[in-house]
């Protein structure tokens, strides 16, 4: 008999029941026991779903209150100096601290690294590893969830992951110290944690090693050796489970390994279904993962069951597993909640909820029971989005597959075109901009939030955003910036600003996803071709222009972005749609030219984490990421500038593909890390202009003059002083004036010292 299993279920809920939980006792307006109460009726709601819907194997622990990595490293006992634990057991007040930091009683401890979770917008907190760090077996939490379940007459399947993800996702902050070194004493207690589940009953674990799908050195190769075979099977089932990509060279390791069972991808490592055909052992379960857990799309039944049928013919029911492809985590909760959806966009749509009885339809299907009306209406709704003319926009179509390479290209090398730009521009040596948004105060989300609502009139949104930007243009002069902004304030998100105004986006009312902690973002769905209808910027930034005689930065989302931050569909190449939304763009540049605009900054902070996990898979990647912003830029006179601005990664490694994208300017995140990016420079001459940010935004701190002074001294001896602009690292729309105001006072100020000391060294030359 074939089973139906789930990997994970999203935990926030889905009326962000727990962001609200956490949010209010972090402000203490709640208690501890509120915000456990609120915990624990999700995870009810959630285990009871799972079983309405079908499922036999239902994950626990993998709820969590803040991160599952988090979690993961309390249960280890890795729990960093700084926060005073002293072994026992880690409390919620230690484990908010690691998260989120803690300013309180005169302390002042930092919270622990944040990134994103392989190649997803989730984000997971960064185990810290040091000589010192001592493995102890820390939280009951994975225990005490199972045999909550259990208390509901639930069995479940406990979730971890597994010893070699956790340390290969982990940072070592020891010099002498590779994460990997710490892996026998960490065996130790996954060897305590598995003979506990197995003393409470539990019969199977889902482990998850998803660092499987990525490119492996030897040593870490043979880390999953050792750590498996340490491990043995300990009594328990285990399904090592393997998520995000397919095996590829990592398939003979991974079947290898002594499990009861692997998890696959078959969604995403397609490529591995001929070669686990021929080479899975026979006793080994093999749990395919044929539902995407990570878009929002109807899958195709009929493909993922004619994938599966195979396997079964192989191998026999009794050792196949149906499943999503990955942790539902990454997907909506519900989609019955989206009453105002277009109804045609709406039937061809599954979120975690509607997934779950997709993976139970192909399990009774496999079983001999297939429910044919299910599968004749998943079947329509397959077809119609194939068909529709929602989706299909022959002039869109034409005008990508007529793109040419000149397409990408502007008129003349930097070289030229910066002599064009000065003659115009007339800036001074280190000119001074923002990233783009000012803050976002209470006044403009209230004025937003009644627009929106229909309280206030389109004349008086409009006139109130026309007081923003006149406010903040004069701001600007008085505090003496070069190249002024308009400042974003129509803009709720740099995404969904635009996929508003384009055609082929739609947009839920209730599709959250978990970013990171109580946070959680709704992307757009991008469903059909997408094109411009009208100018998206113009109006604002011409209304800006034609309030300062100095150049105004005009400010879109690039492509990349846009594609990365959305839900994309999965009927043609990313790579296809991403081209289409730079057209877009493109045409919006060539207008705000026409209008005046001489300066036009294209925003990809994205463009880093769309790079996928395997090294092979970059170059082509980088490829079409690159084209596509060129083309989005590269329609205009060699006198207007373009700008790009990149934060939120670490970009050393891209950095040729960066300077491929020939952005006049870019401006890019560093003051969290500004010799590690500076040092970039040092042996690749970044051949453009370029902002490294002087001021981190991130911080509520103010930087001194003295700081950004030194900042930019350090900038000057890799670069040249006809390169560098000065620029805070991102957009201000999370600060208040309260703290912009002196920080770009201070910014202003160590650009003239530097200006300065320049021109005095000019003068010692002559
Ligand atoms: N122009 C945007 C802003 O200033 C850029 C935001 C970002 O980089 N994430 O807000
Ligand atoms: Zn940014």
């Keep these: 008999m074939v089973l139906a299993a789930n990997l994970g279920f999203p935990r926030v809920g889905v009326h962000r029941e727990l962001k609200f939980a956490l949010e209010s006792f972090w402000k203490k307006t709640s208690t501890e026991q509120d915000l456990l109460t609120v915990a624990k009726d999700l995870r009810k709601r959630h285990w009871t779903l799972q079983r309405d819907r079908g499922m036999d194997i239902i994950p626990s622990n993998d709820f969590s209150l803040y991160d599952h990595m988090l979690d993961m490293s309390c249960l280890l006992g890795a729990v960093p100096e700084r926060y005073g634990f002293k072994g026992g057991l880690v409390n919620h007040d230690t484990y908010f601290a690691m998260a989120r930091g803690r300013q309180e009683g005169g302390q002042d401890v930092v919270a622990m690294e944040m990134t994103k979770w392989m190649d997803t917008n989730y984000h997971y907190i960064v185990p810290e590893l040091t000589k010192q760090t001592q493995f102890a077996l820390s939280s009951n939490k994975i225990f005490d969830e199972y045999q909550e379940a259990k208390a509901l007459g639930i069995e479940t399947r406990p979730v971890l992951v597994g010893p070699v993800s956790y340390l290969m996702l982990s940072k070592s ?353 991008i469903f059909g071709d997408v094109s411009r209808p009208a100018p998206m910027t113009v109006q604002w930034t011409t209304y800006a222009q034609a309030l300062s005689p100095r150049p105004v930065k005009g400010m879109l989302t690039g492509p990349i972005t846009i594609l990365q931050w959305s839900f994309v569909r999965d009927d043609q190449p990313r790579s296809v749609t991403c081209n289409q939304i730079a057209l877009a763009i493109r045409d919006e540049v060539m207008d705000l030219e026409k209008a005046g605009i001489k300066i036009i900054q294209i925003d990809e902070p994205a463009i880093r984490e769309g790079l996928p996990l395997r090294k092979e898979d970059q170059t082509s990647y980088l490829n079409w990421a690159v084209g596509a912003f060129r083309i989005s830029a590269a329609g205009v006179e060699d006198k207007t500038q373009i700008h790009t601005h990149m934060c939120y990664s670490e970009f050393n490694d891209i950095m040729d593909s960066v300077a491929d994208m020939d952005a006049d300017v870019i401006s890019i995140e560093t003051s969290r890390s500004a010799m590690e990016l500076l040092s970039a420079f040092i042996e690749f001459k970044y051949p453009n202009d370029i902002g490294p940010g002087v001021y981190d935004i991130h911080s509520p701190r103010i930087p001194k003059t003295d700081e950004m002074a030194f900042l930019l001294r350090k900038a000057l001896d890799v670069l040249n002083p006809e390169q560098i602009w000065v620029n805070p690292d991102c957009g201000l729309k999370t600060r208040g004036w309260a703290e912009v105001l002196p920080a770009m006072q201070n910014m202003v100020a160590a650009t003239k010292i530097l200006r300065q000391e320049l021109a005095a060294e000019q003068k010692d030359a002559v």
């Excluded at 090398?413 to 000119?431: C, E, G, M, V, Y």
């Design 173 to 525: 902050y020891d010099a002498g110290l590779k994460p990997l070194d710490l892996l026998a004493p960490l065996l130790e207690v996954y060897k305590a944690i598995f003979a506990k589940l197995k003393t409470l009953g539990v019969k199977d674990v889902q482990i998850d090693e998803p660092c499987l799908a990525t490119n492996l050195t030897a040593d870490e190769k043979k880390a999953f050796e050792t750590a498996y075979q340490t491990l043995g099977n300990q009594g328990l089932n285990y399904i090592l489970t393997v998520y995000f990509g397919g095996l590829r060279d990592n398939l003979s390791l991974a079947l290898s390994l002594p499990s009861a069972g692997l998890h696959v991808d078959l969604v995403r490592g397609s490529e591995d279904i001929d070669a686990l055909l021929a080479q899975a052992p026979k006793g080994k379960t093999l749990s395919l993962g044929l539902i995407e857990g990570r878009n929002i799309w109807k899958t195709d039944l009929n493909r993922a069951l004619a994938v599966a049928e195979k396997f079964v013919a192989a191998r026999g029911g009794d050792t196949v597993i149906v499943a999503p492809s990955c942790s539902l985590l990454h997907s909506p909760v519900d989609l019955d909640q989206e009453t105002k959806l277009d109804s045609e966009v709406k039937s061809w749509l599954s979120f975690a909820t509607q997934k779950l009885t997709e993976v139970s339809s192909l399990r009774d299907a496999l079983n001999g029971k297939k429910d044919a009306a299910f599968f004749a209406d998943n079947q329509a709704a397959v077809g119609s989005r194939q068909s529709s003319s929602l989706i299909h926009n022959t002039a869109v179509k034409q005008r990508v597959s007529a793109l040419t390479e000149a397409m990408k290209n502007r008129k003349n090398p930097f070289s030229k075109r910066r002599l064009a730009q000065k003659a115009d521009l007339n800036l001074p040596l280190l000119p001074t901009t923002t990233i783009g948004s000012f803050p976002q105060t209470k006044e403009v989300r209230h004025a937003r939030a009644a627009f929106n609502k229909g309280e206030m009139n389109q004349a008086s949104y409009d006139q109130f955003l026309g007081e923003c930007i006149q406010n903040a243009i004069k701001i600007q002069h008085e505090l003496d910036i070069d190249v002024p902004v308009h400042g974003e304030f129509e803009r709720n998100d740099m995404v969904e600003y635009f996929g508003e105004q384009l055609s082929g986006f739609v947009f839920t009312k209730n599709g959250w996803v978990q970013s990171y902690g109580s946070r959680c973002v709704k992307p757009p769905v």
